[in-house]
């Protein structure tokens, strides 16, 4: 398919992207190896998008994806494998497609490092967003798990909204900036559990049970928590464009404020790029902006 703007991944950011993109006057395609949505549709509850005080993820992919297709975007079923920079602008290269455009839009998202033994309960008092899922255990006792800065800061986000939070590391070290592992070690309301992993979990008394293992020999313990938050990493999807984009240490694309990467043409949205919040209203700000910068793009050449 030949058009000016090709959207690779229809997620809130990508789809935001394909909105502002088409209003502009530009034909565009999202190209979407999975489900329309992306990640928010694993989510059976969203309180923190504006004008809406609560609605299910689903329900808001769903709008935003039916807004997208009243102004003419056109939705592609693959996964885009290759950019390659061409006289007329880029080919994009999938597993059964191939698609031309003026500019790109990456706006692939990430996945979140899953924890197989918490596996059956995920959405059901097991959250991978400790911003998006932290108020719905005000005042109870949740765990974290995971060792890196956003364990740490998840615990701490928590620590302020919960009674009190269990922070559960397979080893005793923490790969987190000191100046946030100050604050840990000086949060009464944290209490570490160090070389322990969750080895199963159950239901039990309205909460869930969580099953640890002491990775050193120890006895194993039980500890009852109202929720599990995951934060045992992301895995950004960018490896396939790297020779057209930055990539930072972690994988994520770099770019500047106007969404631009290292290639004239590419711009990035949402998740999978750099930066410090990852939430919906943050990849539907992105959306905006590498959407119209691409537009712009187009019009000056
Ligand atoms: C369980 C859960 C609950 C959450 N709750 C909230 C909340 O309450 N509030 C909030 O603000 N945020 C919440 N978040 C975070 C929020 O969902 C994300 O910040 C946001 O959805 C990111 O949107 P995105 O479009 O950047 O990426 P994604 O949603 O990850 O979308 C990226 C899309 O790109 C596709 N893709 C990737 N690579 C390719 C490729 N090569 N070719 C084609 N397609 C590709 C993927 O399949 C995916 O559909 C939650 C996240 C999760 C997991």
Redesign the pocket.
């Known amino acids: 398919m030949n058009c000016d703007i090709a959207i690779?991944?229809?997620?809130?950011?990508?789809m935001t992207a394909a909105i502002y993109a088409a209003r502009a006057g530009k034909s565009v395609v999202m190209?979407?190896?999975?489900?329309v949505?992306?990640?928010?549709t694993?989510?059976p509850r969203?309180?923190?998008?504006p004008g809406f005080k609560e609605i299910s993820?689903l329900d808001l992919a769903d709008n935003v994806f039916n807004q997208a297709l009243s102004l003419g975007v056109n939705l592609d079923v693959?996964?885009?494998?290759s950019i390659e920079k061409t006289d007329e602008g880029f080919k994009l290269t999938g597993s059964y497609t191939e698609h031309t455009a003026k500019a790109v839009v990456i706006?692939?998202?990430?996945k979140?490092r899953r924890l197989e033994a918490a596996a059956a309960f995920e959405?059901e008092g097991v959250?991978?967003?400790a911003v998006?899922?932290g108020m719905f255990y005000r005042g109870k006792t949740v765990a974290v798990v995971g060792g890196g800065n956003t364990a740490v800061s998840d615990a701490l986000y928590l620590a302020d909204i919960c009674e009190k939070v269990y922070l559960i590391h397979r080893r005793s070290g923490y790969r987190a900036e000191k100046a946030v592992l100050d604050r840990l070690l000086a949060n009464e309301k944290i209490i570490r559990l160090e070389n322990k992993v969750i080895d199963s979990m159950e239901n039990a008394d309205g909460g869930k049970l969580l099953h640890l293992k002491d990775t050193q020999g120890g006895a194993d313990t039980d500890v009852a928590v109202a929720g599990l938050f995951v934060a045992l990493g992301h895995i950004p999807?960018n490896d396939?464009f790297k020779d057209l984009v930055d990539l930072d240490e972690f994988g994520f694309v770099r770019a500047g404020e106007e969404l631009l990467t290292k290639t004239p043409g590419i711009f990035v949205?949402?998740?999978?790029r750099e930066k410090t919040v990852?939430?919906?209203?943050t990849?539907a700000s992105d959306g905006a902006s590498a959407g119209l910068a691409a537009a712009k793009y187009i019009d000056n050449l």
């Open positions: 690779i991944g229809a997620g809130i950011a990508g190209i979407e190896k999975e489900a949505g992306g990640q928010i694993l989510s969203v309180e923190n998008y993820g693959d996964e885009v494998r706006a692939t998202g990430l979140h959405g959250s991978y967003c998006c899922d999807q396939a949205a949402g998740d999978c990852r939430q919906l209203t990849a």
